[in-house]
């Protein structure tokens, strides 16, 4: 490679992986890594959890600035790419820079979706994605006594959780006929429905969101839901999804849905441009499908993967999907996608505690949700990475012992 090096647009965890994977794997050209935020890169994961309750901004930076004085990772914060000219290996600057590169890695991330309803620009209307938001939202929590949340996923629920602890007055709309329902099965969601509404929070589901009602001072006084009623509110918290930041790519003529797509080594149809995390749309090798995962442990490993093949690896991408949520009710785990299970099995952990929900559809296993049940949650990680693929019918020979059976083949491995 020439002298332009690396360039990695969004300094986010997958931007910042990539970084310090090069780095770590003996990559010695230069490295560039472009954020639109001020600041080191740092945890998203917190923000709708410790951080609502705790604050501590310097707990959150994944690493400190001599971290890249020391790798000779140059960092160019709060800045905006304006384009980039693949046919000069270039990305142009809002402030008129061209920065040119050998390989260019887009971790653009994902923003917010919005609604399309009144009131969304009203005071004490709010999101939370960014440590910006999160800074908004610790303020405003210590001033507000009923908070209305629309949307009952991942960031909503951890989000109700934080502020029925400060002592606020929740409610949870969800459109939906279940809580988390893109990312759980039933059984799950209804645990965790009843944990929020056993500790006061008021869920409710299939009510869909008129308009945010404003009050004179033109801050939000309540939303009115559809079917006519109205939920007092002094703030009001839209967690509806994210959106791909993909534009740039496709203005750039990379192909784009949902995402920007990759192939099996996470390349653009440009050889010198790759994309990761949350903005990658890639084709999942156990299912066959094109996916999107927006979570810290693809960021990572997609970042991992592609710091890899540009050091010379050639492996098709593939490792094991998981996630998690801290909420009322416990920690919540997924291992592997389990959207779309014909037959789900629901037992309990080793010491009767944790819940655990094994997901197959047909014959083939595609991943286990549990909540406090980490040993368990472990090993199916470990029995989804496996090849050839354990099967349902060998899970119920263990009688959903998922540890057991992980360790027999670990047993195996080493004979």
């Known amino acids: 490679m020439t002298a332009h090096g690396i360039v990695i647009a969004g300094a986010g965890q997958a931007g910042f992986q990539t970084a310090a994977s090069l ?43 001599h971290f890249f004085a020391k790798h000779g990772i ?13 046919s000069r290996q270039a990305v142009m600057l809002a402030d008129g820079r061209r920065i040119t590169y050998d390989h260019l890695v887009l971790a653009l991330g994902a923003r917010n979706r919005g609604l ?19 800074r908004h939202i610790r303020e405003q929590l210590a001033a507000a006594h009923r908070v209305v949340i629309i949307g009952g996923g991942f960031i909503g629920l951890e989000f109700a959780t934080a502020a029925h602890k400060r002592g606020c007055a929740t409610t949870i709309v969800e459109a939906g ?24 929070v008021d869920v409710r589901l299939g009510a ?3 308009h945010i009602i404003g009050n004179a001072e033109g801050r939000a006084a309540g939303v009115a839901l559809a079917d006519g009623q109205t939920l007092d ?17 496709a203005a750039a003529g990379l192909s784009a849905d949902n995402g920007i797509l990759v192939d099996e080594i996470l390349l653009t149809g440009d050889p010198a441009v790759s994309a990761v995390g949350d903005c990658a749309a890639f084709v999942h090798r156990a299912s066959g499908k094109r996916i999107r995962l927006e979570s810290v442990q693809n960021a990572a490993d997609q970042a991992k993967y592609v710091a890899a093949r540009i050091l010379g690896s050639a492996q098709p991408y593939d490792t094991v999907a998981w996630f998690w949520s801290d909420q009322y009710g416990g920690k919540l785990q997924i291992a592997g996608l389990t959207a779309g299970a014909d037959e789900q099995v629901a037992h309990r952990s080793i010491n009767g505690k944790g819940l ?15 909540v406090d049940a ?18 349902k019918r060998t899970i119920t020979e263990f009688e959903h012992d998922l540890r057991a059976l992980a360790g027999s083949f670990l047993k195996n491995e080493r004979a």
């Open 23 to 65: 780095r770590g794997g003996g990559y010695t050209g230069p490295i560039t890594l472009l954020g639109d935020e001020p600041g080191l890169p740092y945890q998203r994961p917190p923000l709708s959890k410790a951080y609502l309750e705790h604050g501590a901004d310097d707990r959150l930076v994944l690493r400190k600035p």
């Open 74 to 86: 140059g960092i160019e914060a709060d800045c905006r790419i304006d384009a980039i000219d693949r």
């Open 116 to 134: 399309s309803i009144a009131g969304t620009d009203l005071g004490r209307v709010i999101e939370l994605r960014t440590l910006a938001h999160a």
């Open 177 to 200: 006929d279940r809580l988390m329902a893109r990312a759980v099965c039933d059984t799950i969601s209804a645990h965790y429905l009843a944990a929020h509404r056993q500790a006061g």
């Open 208 to 210: 869909k969101v008129s």
């Open 233 to 249: 509110a002094d703030l009001v918290l839209i967690a509806t999804g994210v959106v791909p930041n993909s534009e740039l790519a």
């Open 356 to 370: 655990i929900v094994d997901c197959f559809c047909g014959s083939t296993y595609l991943g286990t949700e549990s």
């Open 374 to 391: 980490p040993a368990e949650h472990i090993a199916a990680r470990k029995l989804l990475g496996l090849q050839p693929p354990v099967d």
